[in-house]
């Protein structure tokens, strides 16, 4: 038996190690600095300072300004995600002419990197040449010069959008697959008993798509709340901090200001905040499971 372990091990170990040297080595690292005094600079000394960061962080107004409008993002994001991904997941799943063709197209935005889709989008918004003035214009709903990346009313509801567009084809995959593991036979019995369209995706789809729902509201929360890329690549944080995600705010504090052990402490709190969430949202939706 102990055989057997050894030989376990060795053969865990190509996969074990990567996972120890590039994701739980620099955690334990960046846990441990969230306690210290640590700075850019070779000169520079570092101290361990216990819990100083994160009073410091209590009174920054900045940084709560910043989460709460990190958590109004994945909130309106993940939702928006979900419903935009349901609606196309459903009629990708009829039996429609060139369904592959559809398929394929959905996947677009998933093949594109983050940096790629911020500067389309741009291009998209720019007040000057963009698509978007020019078609609002040629429609007669505004004079075609509006800065959507720039306002302050609009930068926001702007880079939701886009973060919706990008984020729509994993969540439309899982759906799909979800929806194709509904039994044909439930929706044949449940039409001929009288059932509607409506009633037969409550009573028989719904049921069966609710744990996937689960699995991928709570992913794409936790994905989007953590999105730095695409809104770097968009505005920056700006205009004003409209949209300064709290990632976006510990980057230019760590890489911008050199306070390492500030941002890392950042970090921490994020990481704590969302597994408390997490934990009360999924326990919520369990406990409607078994009941």
């Known amino acids: 038996m102990l055989g057997l372990d050894k030989d376990a091990w060795f053969l865990l170990l190509p ?70 991904s349901l609606g196309l997941a459903l009629l990708l799943n009829q039996n429609l002419r060139l369904r592959w063709l559809a398929r394929t197209l959905a996947l677009v935005p998933w093949a594109m990197p983050e940096v790629v889709v911020g500067i389309m989008w741009r291009l998209v918004y720019n007040p000057d040449a963009g698509i978007l003035n020019n078609t609002l214009h040629h429609l007669h709903l505004t004079d075609g010069t509006t800065d959507w990346l720039s306002s302050l009313s609009l930068a926001l509801p702007a880079v939701i959008v886009v973060g919706v567009w990008a984020g729509m084809p994993q969540t439309t995959v899982v759906l799909l697959a979800g929806l194709q593991n509904v039994p044909l036979e439930l929706h044949e019995a449940a039409s001929l008993d009288g059932a509607g369209m409506w009633r037969r995706f409550t009573t028989v789809t719904w049921p069966t798509l609710k744990p996937v729902v689960l699995s991928i509201t709570a992913l794409n929360f936790i994905w989007n709340f953590n999105s730095f890329g695409l809104v770097y690549v968009l505005t920056s944080g700006g205009p004003g901090g409209k949209t300064e995600l709290p990632m976006l705010f510990a980057y230019d504090e760590a890489f911008r200001y050199g306070q390492f052990g500030y941002a890392a402490a950042m970090g921490l709190v994020m990481v704590a905040v969302i597994a408390v969430l997490l934990a009360v949202f999924l326990r919520n939706r369990l406990k409607e499971d078994e009941s």
């Open 15 to 84: 996969a074990l190690i990567p996972v120890l040297v590039l994701s739980v080595g620099p955690l334990l690292y960046g846990i441990s600095l969230a306690f210290t005094d640590a700075q850019s600079g070779v000169t520079n000394s570092t101290s361990f300072t216990g819990i100083a960061n994160f009073k410091d962080l209590r009174l920054d107004s900045l940084f709560w300004q910043s989460f709460r409008i990190g958590l109004l993002w994945a909130v309106c994001v993940t939702v928006l995600q979900f419903l935009m």
